[in-house]
């Protein structure tokens, strides 16, 4: 797993410096083959993105702002759709099929479910790639990279930051029911803070979700920690805390404004940050290259956006990108 992890890091390295490389010449549209160049002979791609994004959810407007980024760059038609039921996600992939893309980046939140449809793309040409979420099946549904963090991993990482902070109990929020990725995360920090009991929460209602998290504190003052999966769940999480009074610190995954100010303002101690905007720009970045220059990065292996954390050390040089929606 280590020299999987260093591969991806460096393969992820070596594209960023790719992209810096065109910003400096002006960006990407004027290397040979870019926007429909001397490479593609003229043809402006169509690329479907498809996610399990949920209503209310800011998250993915970092995933869609990199890919928009990357389809500007690239002159390609970036045709964005989502669904947070899988068996809908899937007709969505179908429908791209359908309409004959040149290019298909999907998340695979509920693999089982969505992967047959996606597998059905590499038979008719249409390359494939995975992010976000996926990183044990991608392969298996004929997809040619993924883009993300390796949640077990990060969930282990963050469990290992709280045991070292000598924390007793900590509860971890699963706001989307079904959703694998989520479920890992708990798992792997319970893997390195075994004293962990997940909490189920409706996620599309944030109201529920304090009132949730707020009667679990009040029925159990030993809870010492709360780790969250998502940004706006965080900052329920805090109202949560405040309004019961509780002592237990709280800790989350991802990035929004509002984490960045409660990290500046102690009342989050850390974020484990899975980097959405650079899922995003990879996603569509890579399936240009496939399309235009054949191009099968890593040859397969996961290109790892993190576990990248952000505290107060490094919250103030982090803060600026966030506001512009890029972290």
């Avoid at 998250?59 to 038609?77: L, N, Y």
Wanted: proline content about 4%; aromatic content about 6%; overall charge negative.
């Amino acid at each position: 797993m280590f020299s999987t992890r260093k591969l991806a890091t460096a393969l992820t390295a070596g594209l960023l410096l790719v992209v810096t490389a065109c910003s400096s010449q002006g960006g990407a549209q004027n290397t040979p083959g870019a926007s429909g160049g001397p490479a593609t002979g003229g043809k402006s791609f169509a690329i479907a993105m498809i996610t399990h994004e949920a209503p209310g959810s800011t998250f993915w407007d970092r995933i869609r702002a990199g890919a928009e980024q990357a389809a500007k760059q690239h002159g390609i038609d970036l045709r964005y759709s989502n669904d947070p039921d899988s068996s809908k996600q899937a007709t969505l992939v179908q429908n791209a099929i359908d309409s004959k893309v040149d290019g298909i980046a999907v998340t695979l939140a509920n693999a089982p479910a969505v992967g047959p449809a996606l597998a059905k793309a590499e038979p008719v040409g249409i390359p494939t790639v995975v992010f976000n979420s996926g990183i044990d099946s991608y392969q298996k549904y004929g997809a040619k990279m993924y883009f993300g963090s390796d949640e077990s991993l990060a969930g282990q990482s963050a469990g290992t930051r709280l045991a070292q902070a000598g924390g007793g109990k900590a509860i971890c929020i699963v706001h989307e029911q079904g959703n694998a990725s989520l479920e890992t995360r708990c798992a792997g920090v319970k893997k390195s803070f075994a004293n962990t009991e997940n909490l189920q929460v409706n996620g599309q209602d944030l109201p529920s979700v304090q009132s949730t998290i707020g009667a679990k504190l009040a029925q159990d003052p030993s809870i010492s920690d709360i780790v969250t999966l998502d940004a706006g769940i965080a900052t329920a999480a805090v109202q949560a805390k405040t309004e019961a009074n509780s002592q237990a610190k709280v800790v989350t995954f991802d990035l929004s404004p509002d984490v960045v100010k409660d990290i500046q303002g102690k009342q989050i101690e850390f974020s484990v940050d899975q980097q959405p905007y650079l899922q995003g720009y990879l996603a569509v970045d890579s399936l240009w290259l496939q399309l235009t220059n054949g191009n099968d990065m890593g040859g397969g292996q996961p290109v790892l956006t993190g576990p990248s954390f952000v505290d107060a050390a490094n919250i103030d040089k982090i803060a600026g990108f966030a506001a512009n929606n890029t972290r």
